[in-house]
């Protein structure tokens, strides 16, 4: 996904419009037609789908609406059931409960050929004796395709990959990027309506990932099928997703936007998980109606390691009620001058630094405040400084951050 692409929700939407027109215009180009003005792409339901493995319990019950076209991401840590939820969606293995539709239609009872979605699976499984255009053209092959037509759209599909140079080689002459996009392109070539992809990019060095995440986004662009995307590395989750589903042993415990999962985490684990934060217990003192705003509060909290810290929240608290607080270390000011603002809004703390990260374009710091908090700071390095950083171990240093830029959770009686 990138910056001001047009969302796919609502078909009403202009923004949508203009992307399936983008989308019809790429088709015509590689002599295709798409029916309709729709994405070509299926919706995906999963309807309280679990699933265990003798005692254990894989799947919990896991619900999800993917729509149309979407860049979908099942998000979570090694071992939360992710492969497990994309091979019954795939078909190659069944819930013990729940249901799995394409367009509404049950798909359990189908095989994974019938289903109209493809896998890209993380060691690419590619055909070592076959060229890249046979292994490309495998699919087709398998359907009897005849040999013409089913060349030009493997060149097509080489193309679309940008491999038409390589289609000569064979897998072991090809780098890990190029073998990941002849999987790509072999998984595409049958033109499923939804593509599942497995960590595809984990076998990759970072710097290669990156690169093959960007490319991944543009053949989604292109071509306009629902991707459902399987990774636990939450910078690859929020980089390219329409939208994110947290997961954890075996639950969903968010669903949302890369920008919503970020700001607004559901839960602790949620807010640990993705990024990097402060993460305290708190009980509420008081709590104040905002004025002109209709649902949010003015709350006042009392957190042992900190003390008392303001924080605007849309959710209605009780004075005695615990709850957990956070706030993301770039939200926090650092300064070794005291801040002027009076505001009533703005949290102070005095601290000293106890650990800078110094990493070229931003410094973490580690700051001690009243000898039992640690509270981590990012600050960014906006303009350029040829006196060395200005702030260091063991500065005196005070931290603030709006009442607005902290966050409740975890609200417990
Ligand atoms: N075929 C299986 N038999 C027994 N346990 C399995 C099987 N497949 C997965 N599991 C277990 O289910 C859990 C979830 O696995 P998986 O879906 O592969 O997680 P993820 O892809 O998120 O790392 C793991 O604890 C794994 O060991
Ligand atoms: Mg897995």
């Given at each position: 996904m990138a910056l001001g692409k047009p969302r796919?929700?609502?078909?009403?939407n202009p923004a949508q419009k203009s992307h399936c027109t983008l989308i019809r215009n790429v088709f015509r180009l590689v002599g295709r037609e798409v029916e309709g003005?729709?994405?070509?792409?299926s919706d995906v339901a999963i309807e309280g789908v679990s699933k265990s493995f003798g005692d254990f319990r894989a799947l919990n019950n896991v619900s999800l609406t993917i729509q149309k076209g979407e860049f979908f991401s099942l998000l979570g840590p090694s071992g939360c059931g992710k492969t497990t939820l994309l091979r019954i969606i795939a078909g190659f293995e069944s819930p013990d409960d729940g249901a799995v539709t394409f367009d509404g239609n049950d798909?359990?009872?189908?095989p994974p050929n019938r289903r109209q979605a493809n896998t890209v699976f993380q060691n690419y499984a590619?055909?070592?004796?076959?060229s890249v255009f046979e292994n490309v053209a495998f699919p087709l092959r398998l359907r009897k395709l005849p040999r013409s037509q089913a060349d030009s759209q493997v060149k097509e599909y080489l193309r679309l990959v940008q491999l038409e140079a390589h289609a000569?080689?064979?897998?072991?002459?090809?780098?890990g990027g190029q073998k990941q996009r002849v999987a790509i392109a072999r998984a595409l070539i049958n033109k499923p309506r939804v593509l599942l992809l497995d960590e595809p990019l984990s076998a990759l060095d970072a710097k290669l990932r990156q690169h093959m995440l960007i490319e991944l986004d543009q053949i989604h662009d292109k071509i306009g099928i629902t991707f459902i995307y399987v990774t636990h590395d939450q910078q690859e989750a929020l980089s390219v997703s329409d939208h994110i589903a947290v997961m954890d042993q075996g639950d969903v415990l968010q669903v949302g936007t890369p920008h919503e999962i970020y700001e607004?985490?559901?839960t602790n684990f949620v807010a640990r998980f993705i990024g990097e934060t402060n993460l305290y217990d708190g009980k509420v003192l008081g709590v104040n109606k905002l004025p002109h705003v209709e649902t949010e509060y003015m709350v006042e909290l009392e957190i042992a390691e900190l003390g008392r810290v303001k924080v605007t929240t849309v959710d209605e608290v009780k004075p005695g009620q615990k709850v957990n607080f956070t706030v993301r270390p770039e939200k926090i000011m650092i300064t070794t001058d005291k801040p002027a603002s009076k505001r009533e809004d703005i949290n102070h703390f005095q601290g000293t630094v106890d650990e800078p990260i110094y990493s070229g374009f931003q410094t973490k710091f580690y700051v001690k405040v009243n000898d039992t908090a640690m509270i981590r700071v990012i600050k960014q390095h906006a303009n350029y400084s040829d006196e060395g950083p200005d702030i260091v171990w063991k500065d005196s240093v005070y931290l603030s951050w709006s009442a607005n830029d902290g966050y409740i959770l975890g609200i417990k009686e």
């Open positions: 796919r929700e609502g078909i009403d003005s729709t994405l070509i792409g798909v359990l009872g189908l590619l055909f070592p004796h076959l000569h080689k064979k897998p072991n002459q090809l780098s607004s985490p559901a």
